[in-house]
């Protein structure tokens, strides 16, 4: 589907998977349907590259940090911008707890100011959960109808020591975050006292580019320029599965319910034929998840590959590319009867 | 198609995948028990904080 005007930085499903959202060096945020493609809306404000994105489990609120030094929450169903905090640099990448109540951002090391990490409580009032109707009516009216208050301080900060941060996720640990790094590092932090609770600096020998976590945060898949993509394990860090290309990788995600991982990258425009170009020759790679093989590729994209996301049911994923296209692949029924490597069952 | 796939694949290499599978299932089933147990003490951890933040 024909989406942005520029690369995309990162594309993410909703949890029941039916919207894809997806931002850009065009500045804009957009929300798509991803059974037909269809746009829905966007979400408009940003005055830079939109770096990241994340929506919460009830597709109420989003969260995007971009290079004009913000971390801003939006109401996704009006498109309208709810709250916005500024940094001194760049908002590299965003994540929402797994319970919807933080958020979790890095902000870029630049002019004289550090690579930081920062968690912030979100604000969820209105869902009047186990609150008595009687004794709360009058709180309950003012809290809907006053503006919307957010913290503009954050709850917890720190700078991470080493090399900078480029991704991270909470992990089922509480307060614990995991962390991808520049220099290839995969880290453990406590985002209360900021302390590296446990680390691999080998995880990769280049930067990390994305990382993602399993259904239930046990797990999580790295990508690097280093051209390899590994699960590590999200409590001890441990290296599960190594999966090697021959590309510099910029993403990676799992595919629920099939035991595949999927990775997108490519080289640089500058190092890339014509032909290629052309051909839209850039591919997302499916490997197997515990075999470490690949198992196949899929083509479509005239550039590198930026960003990928699987549907949660992994009924489909969607790809967003250099190209400024979006293309989301629909798995036909052969997909969910072939058994590669046989019959051996697989846990998810 | 599949059968005959298979046929061509040493006894070796389906030795090799099946215990790389079952290192896998064991792993996800540790990682399961120890999984549900760590969740539990994160909701009530949250809880405690939340009520505390609301106090102030």
């Keep these: ?348 | 198609d599949d059968a005959a796939e298979e046929s061509n694949v040493s006894a070796e290499l389906i030795a090799l995948r099946k215990r790389l599978v079952d290192e896998w299932n064991a792993w996800r089933a540790l990682s399961r028990r120890e999984g549900p147990e760590e969740r539990g003490k994160s909701g009530k951890a949250r809880e405690s904080e939340e009520d505390k933040e609301e106090i102030e």
Excluded at chain 1, 222 to 231: F, G, H, N
């Design chain 1, 1 to 348: 589907m024909a989406s942005h005007e520029r690369s995309l930085t990162q594309i993410k499903f909703n949890r029941e998977g039916d919207l894809l959202f997806s931002c850009s060096k065009d500045h804009v945020i957009n929300v798509w349907y991803s059974h037909n493609g269809e746009r829905l809306g966007t979400y408009e404000g940003n005055n830079g590259t939109v770096w990241t994105v994340d929506v919460d489990s009830e597709s109420r609120f989003m969260v995007s940090g971009a290079a004009d030094n913000t971390l801003r929450l939006w109401d996704v169903e009006t498109g309208k911008c709810l709250f916005i905090w500024e940094f001194p640099t760049a908002v590299k990448r965003v994540a929402f707890k797994e319970d919807d109540s933080q958020v979790v951002c890095i902000t870029e090391q630049r002019m004289g100011f550090q690579c930081a990490i920062r968690v912030f409580n979100i604000n969820r009032d209105g869902d009047g959960t186990n609150r008595a109707p009687d004794l709360f009516f009058f709180v309950a009216i003012y809290l809907l109808t006053r503006p919307r208050t957010e913290s503009r301080e954050p709850l917890y900060m720190f700078n991470p020591i080493g090399s900078k941060a480029t991704v991270c996720a909470f992990t089922p640990t509480p307060n614990v975050i995991i962390t991808g790094h520049e220099s290839g590092k995969v880290a453990l932090f406590n985002v209360k006292s900021g302390d590296e609770v446990n680390n691999n600096e080998r995880a990769h020998s280049d930067v990390v580019t994305d990382l993602q976590m399993s259904k239930d945060g046990t797990y999580c898949v790295t990508s690097s320029k280093d051209k390899a993509a590994r699960i590590h394990d999200t409590k001890n860090l441990m290296v599960i599965k190594t999966y090697t290309t021959e590309t510099p990788l910029n993403s990676a995600s799992i595919m629920p319910g099939r035991p595949y991982i999927l990775l997108g990258g490519g080289q640089e425009a500058m190092n890339v034929t014509t032909t290629s170009l052309r051909q839209g020759k850039f591919e997302t790679r499916f490997w197997h998840k515990v075999l470490e093989e690949e198992v196949g590729r899929v083509k479509g994209h005239f550039g590198p590959i930026n960003t990928i996301a699987v549907h949660p049911a992994g009924t489909c994923y969607a790809s967003g590319g250099e190209d400024g296209f979006i293309r989301v692949h629909h798995f036909d029924e052969s997909y969910f009867r072939a058994k590669p490597y046989g019959d051996l069952e697989i846990a998810d």
